[in-house]
């Protein structure tokens, strides 16, 4: 599977995240290939200095598939300022494990005062 860095938009701590859409692609004989994702179950961590401090799963609905997506909702992050490295760890309906797919960062920064 096609590996590129994944940027989410920075928020604030506490802020609402918008949501994003992951298209997860195989290349195969240098063509770009879409991967059916549609019964897979998919698990991204989220890591500041190799701790996990949140979980996304399909197993939970924190996030979802369809077809060669892997969708986040927009929701509000529990996670504190920092830089959080993540990656998906995917197992497609056959059972086949891909692990490590989608290496990616999300910035949360320092929450904003009002005086």
């Not at 860095?5 to 879409?34: K, Q, R």
């Not at 998919?42 to 939970?60: F, I, N, P, R, S």
């Not at 995917?90 to 960062?105: A, K, N, S, V, Y």
């Amino acid at each position: 599977m096609e590996e590129n860095l994944i940027i989410f938009e920075s928020i604030f701590e506490g802020g609402t995240f918008h949501g994003a859409e992951i298209s997860i692609m195989e290349i195969i004989n240098d063509v770009p290939v879409p991967v059916a994702l549609n019964g897979s179950n998919v698990v991204c961590q989220m890591k500041k200095d190799g701790t996990v401090h949140a979980e996304y799963k399909t197993a939970d609905n924190t996030i979802s598939v369809s077809m060669n997506k892997i969708i986040f909702p927009k929701h509000n992050p529990t996670l504190k300022a920092g830089l959080y490295e993540f990656d998906f760890n995917i197992i497609l309906p056959d059972g086949t494990r891909e692990p490590g797919i989608g290496q990616g960062e999300w910035t949360i920064l320092e929450p904003k005062t009002k005086r």
